[in-house]
């Protein structure tokens, strides 16, 4: 009796460690899976998955940890600059996602919020020039008003453009010279190479 005892209780703990590890694993598939629903499909939140609050921390989470582990950035900035990436894009339905402007920042500036070339200022490498922006001091001392700024001109690009590809090399050599068939497919290797980071 004490032995078919001993056996159900060692049976019992070897069944809640495997469902601990299993919980584990299936956790971290669906965020990922999560991850990829809410990023890839155009018109869908987290909200419409049920998980408001959650999916998005867990989003967060997932796309910061890429940023640590791709770039060697510190975890407060990586989860800095992704929450900035994640509630500017949620403003919008499909086109930039959330990892389009992550990978867009890291061409631009290496994700150095003080990066600055002749024209170029910030994270997302905006050109206050080629704007017609009259007061770039926010967007060199404001990496959040950078990243905003530099979304609304890959939002406008593509509208007007419709197309990923056109408005993302427009990002880099301008619309106006996109419009008359200038294109950096450099540029757009770049961009593909690092957005595919974020599709694990």
Same mark, same amino acid.
């Given at each position: 009796m004490i032995k078919v005892l001993v056996f159900?209780?060692?049976?019992?703990?070897?069944?809640?460690?495997?469902?601990d590890e299993f919980e584990l694993l299936d956790s971290r598939i669906n965020k990922i899976d999560l991850c990829s629903i809410v990023e890839d499909t155009p018109g869908i939140s987290s909200r419409d998955l049920g998980?408001?609050?959650?999916?998005?921390?867990?989003?967060?989470l997932y796309l910061s940890d890429i940023l640590q582990a791709s770039y060697g950035i510190t975890e407060s900035k990586a989860l800095r600059i992704t929450k900035f990436a994640q509630e500017i894009t949620s403003e919008y339905s499909g086109f930039p996602r959330t990892k389009d402007v992550l990978a867009i920042a890291f061409i631009e500036s290496s994700?150095?919020?003080s990066a600055r070339s002749r024209w170029a200022e910030g994270l997302m490498g905006v050109n206050y020039n080629a704007h017609r922006i009259k007061d770039p001091k926010h967007i060199r001392r404001d990496?959040?008003?950078? %990243?905003?700024?530099? !979304?609304?001109?890959l939002r406008e690009y593509?509208?007007?453009?419709?197309?990923?590809?056109?408005?993302? %090399?427009?990002?880099? !050599?301008g619309i106006s010279a996109v419009r008359k068939g200038r294109t950096n497919h450099r540029y757009l290797t770049k961009y593909r190479r690092e957005v595919s980071r974020f599709n694990h």
């Open positions: 159900f209780t060692m049976l019992c703990i070897s069944t809640a460690t495997l469902s998980l408001p609050d959650i999916s998005e921390r867990v989003k967060k994700l150095n919020p990496p959040y008003f950078n %990243m905003r700024h530099g !979304v609304r001109i593509y509208e007007e453009l419709r197309s990923v590809d056109l408005a993302i %090399m427009a990002y880099n !050599v």
